[in-house]
């Protein structure tokens, strides 16, 4: 089985995949690591050093190998936050795999990754308000999955049933 974890930063997308790929015997793949692999380099960096539109790019390629098959055949991948925004990676992933987008109240994200340089699209004095606009931005992408789940307040074992519960009923109807 191919799943895809997708959602805006914060949402659990590697905490949940983990989970989901242990619990289900199949391989994680973050992309973000991958990325951060390839380049040598952290994403903070790469933000910093090359801009947004260069990260995009490597983003890209990442989600080109995923869905080539490189990592394997069935496993559970995390993108990073905004990969879905790009049409075309939107589309690989729909083709690929089930889309699993993970949702937060804003609150809660913000909550979960503060406004650090960790996350570049939060960093350098990014309000609440920023945040909240990004979020808007990015929904109708966000909005075209196979399942969306809100992980507000919510463990990341009962995240975890929601998406096998879901899958579990797929798998019926197909069979």
Same mark, same amino acid.
């Not at 080109?64 to 925004?85: F, I, M, N, Q």
């Not at 729909?94 to 960093?123: K, M, Q, T, Y």
């Given at each position: 089985? @191919?799943?895809?974890?997708?959602?805006?930063?914060?949402?659990?997308?590697?905490?949940?995949?983990?989970?989901?790929?242990?619990?289900?015997?199949?391989? +994680?793949?973050?992309?973000?690591?991958?990325?951060?692999?390839?380049?040598?380099?952290?994403?903070?960096?790469?933000?910093?050093?090359?801009?947004?539109?260069? +990260?995009?790019?490597?983003?890209?390629?990442?989600?080109?190998?995923?869905?080539?098959?490189?990592?394997?055949?069935?496993? #559970?991948?995390?993108?990073?936050?905004?990969?879905? #925004?790009?049409?075309?990676?939107?589309?690989?992933?729909?083709?690929?795999?089930?889309?699993?987008?993970?949702?937060?109240?804003?609150?809660?994200?913000?909550?979960?990754?503060?406004?650090?340089?960790?996350?570049?699209?939060?960093?350098?004095?990014?309000?609440?308000?920023?945040?909240?606009?990004?979020?808007?931005?990015?929904?109708?992408?966000?909005?075209?999955?196979?399942?969306?789940?809100?992980?507000?307040?919510?463990?990341?074992?009962?995240? #975890?049933?929601?998406?096998?519960?879901f899958l579990r @009923?797929?798998?019926?109807?197909?069979?």
């Amino acid at each position: 089985m @191919k799943i895809v974890l997708t959602g805006f930063m914060g949402t659990g997308k590697t905490t949940v995949g983990r989970r989901l790929a242990r619990d289900m015997g199949l391989k +994680f793949i973050d992309l973000d690591e991958e990325i951060e692999q390839g380049a040598a380099a952290r994403i903070s960096a790469i933000f910093r050093e090359h801009g947004e539109v260069h +990260f995009r790019t490597l983003e890209g390629e990442a989600v080109t190998r995923l869905v080539s098959g490189v990592y394997g055949g069935d496993v #559970v991948a995390a993108t990073g936050g905004g990969a879905v #925004v790009s049409d075309s990676n939107r589309a690989a992933l729909r083709s690929w795999g089930v889309v699993v987008r993970l949702a937060a109240s804003a609150d809660e994200i913000r909550n979960r990754v503060g406004g650090g340089a960790a996350r570049p699209l939060l960093s350098d004095g990014k309000t609440q308000e920023d945040m909240e606009k990004l979020l808007a931005s990015r929904e109708d992408a966000y909005r075209d999955c196979d399942l969306s789940v809100d992980t507000t307040g919510r463990s990341v074992a009962e995240v #975890v049933a929601d998406i096998k519960e879901f899958l579990r @009923k797929k798998a019926a109807r197909t069979s």
